[in-house]
């Protein structure tokens, strides 16, 4: 049983709006991390946070931006959408980033 | 920079038998190495992660991966596959302080 909810679970979008996918972690775990996963690949890196500030950042132009916030949850927002972006977001979240990421179940965009 | 290479996009192995998943890294430095899996749209579940210290490791059902430098590896193992063990299988390799590069995953189909 996942510890991290993501919401919402679906979504379909037109090209050029913009989307907030939010993300719920568990208590104490300080370090969330966002992904892209489209379809028939392996999860790509977008950025990570840790006690509310960026931490690092994939190969993601600037119209990815994020949040987190003091009660673990935190925000994916993607400006400008574009069809390519259609894909399944995973939110990902530690206590530790050495121990190993919990992920959620994703939320479903498609762009259309 | 790092990087992750499943050989295998796809494996069919009969219930019972074993099964052995590949994957090769590429990292200058002492890497995490992690193995999720993933159910038909859910999200990742960690079943193994290596840090230091012995090179096989125990995960959760049933599995055990073994960590070879020389060969930069860390095969996946299950000595007796079940029909539940169908999924998509990616190996993830990260730092402390970084994000996981994840490898392009092995689908596995578990025949009866």
């Known amino acids: 049983e996942t510890g991290v909810t993501q919401s919402p679970t679906h979504l379909i979008k037109t090209r050029g709006q913009q989307v907030t996918l939010r993300c719920s972690s568990q208590?104490?775990?300080?370090?969330v991390s966002w992904y892209q996963q489209a379809l028939g690949q392996g999860p790509q890196f977008i950025f990570q946070?840790?006690?509310?500030?960026?931490?690092g950042r994939g190969n993601f132009p600037p119209r990815f931006s994020g949040l987190q916030f003091p009660n673990y949850s935190s925000e994916l927002n993607v400006n400008a959408l574009e069809l390519d972006d259609s894909a399944l977001y995973l939110c990902a979240s530690s206590p530790d980033r050495a121990e190993g990421y919990t992920f959620g179940s994703g939320t479903r965009l498609t762009v259309v | 920079a790092q990087s992750v290479t499943q050989p295998d996009i796809h494996i069919t192995v009969s219930e019972g038998a074993s099964l052995e998943l590949r994957c090769n890294y590429s990292?200058?430095?002492?890497?995490?190495l992690f193995w999720y899996v993933q159910s038909p749209g859910q999200g990742l579940q960690l079943l193994l992660k290596?840090?230091?210290?012995?090179?096989l490791v125990q995960g959760i059902k049933g599995f055990e991966a073994e960590f070879k430098r020389s060969q930069s590896s860390f095969n996946l193992r299950k000595p007796s596959v079940h029909w539940s063990d169908a999924a998509e299988y990616f190996c993830a390799v990260g730092t402390r302080n970084n994000d996981m590069r994840f490898g392009a995953g092995t689908r596995l189909t578990v025949k009866p």
């Open positions: 990292y200058g430095a002492t890497p995490y």
């Open positions: 208590s104490g775990h300080n370090t």
């Open positions: 946070y840790y006690r509310e500030e960026e931490n």
């Open positions: 290596y840090f230091s210290g012995d090179t």
